[in-house]
């Protein structure tokens, strides 16, 4: 693996391990896949899809100030190069591209990105400028790394739904991937903030995933109403503070009163100082309803090791 700090270092090795790789067919030649870092096995499925995939595989690492509209959630956001570099190297990155901000963001730029209506709701109305940060560093490294595919979580509904429909708008030649959401083996969804929890808040944050699953299954069960569905998640769950529950529609993330289209059930809460994103995605096809709760691991996440 190839660890490398500026966009035309990582083009390069990017194209020199495309060549040792040999051949011209087959998969795509690199994929890409954009992270924070303090790595768990959210980003690995990612890592291992874009392998399977991809001849090479480009991963970012870059904790971007500018999503961030809290900026003591900056300071604290995990970070561990050297633990990122071995996790990285061991899933099978050719090129980790790990940026200083002067590379990311020139002091005389003055470009930006509004990512419109599909930003409006949930985390765009909850975290002011956070789309357009997410939309101006994801712009960047869609652009300037060279990159046919990146692959993104489902975890982050609304932030794929938005990078789906940028890439579209712009232009870009790259095909955006979207892949399940990974969760701990009690349920509780993968994020690097899940070490900020204490033990007491780790237990009470499980409602957020016991409220989305029986929400998935009253689905599974027939119920349509979005109303019903969002009722079903927080009903008699109290230990979390509901910031919103809220149907939404894949395409766009406009907010839906019946499901009745690829959509998806998307909550933010906090538990404490943290707080954390889930949902379950609705897939509708001549076969019915399809729910993708996610992965569960089977052991302990790496997140603790
Ligand atoms: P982050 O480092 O949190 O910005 O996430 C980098 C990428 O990993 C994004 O595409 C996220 O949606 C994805 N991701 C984060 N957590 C998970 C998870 N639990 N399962 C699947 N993908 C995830």
């Excluded at 900026?71 to 633990?83: L, Q």
């Amino acid at each position: 693996m190839r660890v490398v700090s500026s966009f035309s270092e990582a083009r390069s090795a990017a194209g020199e391990a495309y060549h040792r790789s040999g051949g011209e067919e087959g998969p795509a030649p690199i994929g890409l896949v954009p992270t924070m870092g303090f790595l768990h096995e959210g980003h690995l499925s990612l890592i291992s899809r874009a392998r399977r995939e991809c001849r090479v595989v480009t991963m970012s690492l870059y904790v971007n100030p500018r999503q961030f509209n809290v900026s003591s959630d900056f300071d604290r956001y995990p970070r561990s190069f050297e633990r990122d570099c071995e996790l990285a190297a061991e899933a099978g990155v050719d090129v980790l591209f790990a940026p200083p901000t002067s590379e990311m963001y020139e002091s005389t730029e003055s470009t930006s990105i509004h990512p419109g209506p599909v930003t409006r709701t949930m985390e765009g109305a909850g975290r002011p400028g956070h789309f357009e940060g997410v939309a101006l560093v994801v712009a960047k490294l869609l652009a300037g790394l060279g990159a046919q595919r990146a692959y993104f979580g489902r975890k982050d509904a609304q932030q794929l739904t938005m990078i789906r429909r940028m890439a579209r708008d712009l232009r870009f030649p790259i095909e955006i991937v979207g892949c399940p959401t990974i969760r701990e083996s009690d349920g509780l969804a993968l994020s690097s903030r899940n070490i900020l929890m204490s033990a007491h808040e780790r237990e009470a944050a499980l409602e957020i995933s016991r409220g989305l699953w029986a929400a998935a299954l009253a689905a599974e069960g027939g119920e349509r109403s979005a109303d019903v569905l969002r009722r079903v998640v927080t009903r008699d769950r109290s230990r979390v503070a509901w910031e919103y529950v809220e149907l939404a529609d894949q395409d766009d993330a406009s907010m839906l009163d019946v499901l009745d289209r690829p959509s998806f059930l998307a909550v933010a809460a906090s538990v404490g100082e943290v707080r954390l994103i889930d949902n379950v995605f609705f897939d509708t096809g001549s076969d019915g309803l399809a729910v993708d709760r996610g992965i569960v691991l089977e052991g302990p996440s790496l997140l603790y090791r």
